[in-house]
Each structure stands twice: as structure tokens, then as C-alpha cells.
């Protein structure tokens, strides 16, 4: 279950969490859709991390997290076949079915948990 603690609602009951080279790289690609399931990526440490939409059918929400879990980057709504550049460093790396961000309200600095 993931969390949006500042604003105490829940924004999904499910979650993958990717850790391998593999599991992120391939991440959502090939998948039909998210449903109320969530991917957590993990990172080493805090890093500027670009995503592709290549082979993914479907647009997402993304959350980019510091290391104590506080939201620093929102990107909502990211369109198939596409490339994100964000210009901030995060930790955590959270795809979420589109809707989420706006659905739950989640803003920069909330707090996430799970």
C-alpha cells in the first residue's frame, strides 16, 4: 500500500517494487495497464533519473522522492512513447495509474509512505 501521509489518503493498495537492473529497465513496458497497482524504483542513492515510455500503452503519474520520502518532482499524465528529463535528484522513483496525483492531491513536499 502506498500512502500520501500530509494528506491522508491512500493512492494504491498494490505495489512492485523493481530493485534489479532488469526490473528497472524493463519496468512497465509491454503491460497493458497499471489498474491500482503501483511500481516503486529504488535508487542506490539520490540521482537525476530519466524515464522512457518506449513499449509502454498507457500514460502514468510519476512521483520522484528524497530520501525521506517527501515528494520533490510530480509529473502527471506521461504519454506513451515518450521520454522525462527531470531536472530534480530523488531516491525513490513511484509510477502510479494515471488520475492518482490529481485524486489524492498530492502536491510537492507531502509526505509518502509505504
Known amino acids: 500500500m502506498i500512502k500520501n501521509i500530509t494528506k491522508k489518503t491512500i493512492m494504491t493498495n498494490k505495489m512492485i517494487i523493481r530493485e534489479s537492473i532488469l526490473g ?3 519496468g ?5 495497464r497499471l489498474d491500482d497497482t503501483a511500481m516503486v524504483f529504488p535508487l542506490k542513492k539520490e540521482e537525476i533519473v530519466s524515464l522512457h515510455m518506449l513499449f509502454v500503452f498507457f ?6 522522492l528524497d530520501s525521506e520520502k517527501k ?3 510530480i509529473k502527471e499524465s506521461l504519454k506513451p512513447f515518450t521520454f522525462y528529463n527531470p531536472k530534480n535528484k530523488a531516491v525513490y522513483i ?8 490529481e485524486r489524492t492531491k498530492t502536491t510537492i513536499n507531502d509526505k509518502i509512505g509505504f
Open 24 to 26: 528497472k529497465a524493463v
Open 28 to 32: 512497465l513496458m509491454f503491460h497493458r
Open 59 to 64: 500514460p502514468i503519474d510519476v512521483l520522484y
Open 71 to 73: 515528494v520533490v518532482k
Open 94 to 101: 513511484i509510477e502510479l495509474p494515471k488520475g492518482t496525483i
